[in-house]
């Protein structure tokens, strides 16, 4: 499949006086910056109310942001964000667009999903050949829905 995964199970036991999404966000930044992708095509499959979409949008990406709620959706499109598409639908029905993706983000997403692999497979199916998956999940299992 060529998908690479550079981020997976974030943990920060030993660093609390920081959000958990402020501290992924950071590590993701270095990741992309490191590996040239921070210029590139994205998805980020379940957006949310925006909160990645945002750093995104100002590390200069451009890409689309899916959700299956109206409302977070709405709440993304308040923030007018530049280079960014919106999509209020489910991600394993998305098409894509002309240009495949260089990245798939699902942070903090699979722990939501029934049939995580079947979402994977998706972003594998979407990503450019060498594209990059990147995954974040809590390491607490009481945050699973």
């Given at each position: 499949m060529g998908v690479k995964v550079i981020i997976s199970g974030l943990s920060y036991h030993h660093i609390m006086d920081l959000p958990l999404e402020i501290l992924e966000l950071g590590l993701i930044k270095r990741g992309l910056k490191q590996r040239k992708l921070d210029k590139e095509n994205y998805i980020e499959a379940g957006c949310g109310d925006g909160i990645?979409?945002?750093?995104?949008?100002?590390?200069?990406m451009t890409g689309v942001g899916i959700d299956m709620s109206a409302d977070a959706i709405d709440i993304v499109?308040?923030?007018?964000?530049?280079?960014?598409?919106?999509?209020?639908?489910?991600f394993l029905t998305y098409k894509g667009n002309v240009v495949c993706p260089k990245t798939v983000f699902m942070l903090n997403l699979l722990e939501?999903?029934?049939?995580?692999?079947?979402?994977?497979?998706?972003?594998?199916d979407l990503l450019q050949s060498g594209g990059f998956l990147i995954l974040a999940v809590p390491a607490?299992?009481?945050?699973?829905?």
């Open positions: 990645n979409l945002e750093q995104f949008s100002r590390f200069g499109r308040q923030k007018g964000l530049k280079d960014t598409q919106l999509i209020c639908g489910d939501h999903i029934r049939d995580d692999v079947l979402f994977m497979r998706k972003a594998a607490n299992p009481k945050a699973y829905g």
